[in-house]
T-cell receptor, first 114, second 114 residues
């Protein structure tokens, strides 16, 4: 069965510190991979995406993510966190073979300490 | 602004009442989706419409019906609301069902069933 795991339910970092959010998926083939951010009371906004090519992808708001096939991971990083980054983050994969849906995990809530 | 518009933003229903959640997109997307979000559960797909004239069940379709009214509009109906349907509902759209550009989400409808 297709699945995605975000091992960290809640992470707290200080403003200005670096950030890495983990995402692991289980699929046979390389899926299309995404990171979305959901600010409190808001909808989901696409941060970045990967489907082929360079495994390090750049997104909006200074975020980047690296696809590692050997580890089935697509971790999100940011070198210096801002207070406005406090939100919930999701990494739903979209299987490249016969799936019509983004498969969401439980997400990671990020809190930022001033 | 272009995007996905959901109405209403908030709704309180009594058990057994019916209502329809409306969703419209102005991006000329072919595919539309309804998700529900519950605390600690991520987003789960209720129904989707791969193209105008088609609808299919997602992960949690029980208690819901949908109508793809035209290419722009995709509504979700609760015929007899139950407290278990208290949730935040998100509509999304994409160019294609398996869209490498991801989905665009609306800002959500917060529904409480008492």
């Amino acid at each position: 069965a297709q699945s995605v795991t975000q091992p960290d339910i809640h992470i707290t970092v200080s403003e200005g510190a670096s950030l890495e959010l983990r995402c692991n998926y289980s699929y046979g083939a390389t899926p299309y991979l995404f990171w979305y951010v959901q600010s409190p009371g808001q909808g989901l906004q696409l941060l970045l995406k990967y489907f082929s090519g360079d495994t390090l992808v750049q997104g909006i708001k200074g975020f980047e993510a690296e696809f590692k096939r050997s580890q089935s991971s697509f971790n999100l990083r940011k070198p210096s966190v801002h207070w406005s980054d406090a939100a919930e983050y999701f990494c739903p994969p979209l299987s490249g073979a016969g799936s019509y849906q983004l498969t969401f995990g439980k997400g990671t809530k990020l809190s930022v300490i001033p | 602004n272009a995007g996905v518009t959901q109405t209403p933003k908030f709704q309180v229903l009594k058990t057994g009442q019916s209502m329809t959640l409306q969703c419209a997109q102005d991006m000329n997307h072919n595919s539309m989706y309804w998700y529900r979000q519950d605390p600690g559960m991520g987003l789960r797909l209720i129904y989707y419409s791969a193209s105008e004239g088609t609808t299919d069940k997602g992960e949690v379709p029980n208690g819901y019906n949908v109508s793809r009214l035209n290419k722009r509009e995709f509504s979700l109906r609760l015929e007899s609301a139950a407290p278990s349907q208290t949730s935040v509902y998100f509509c999304a759209s994409s160019v294609l069902p398996r869209d490498i550009h991801g989905y665009t989400f609306g800002s959500g409808t917060r529904l409480t069933v008492v």
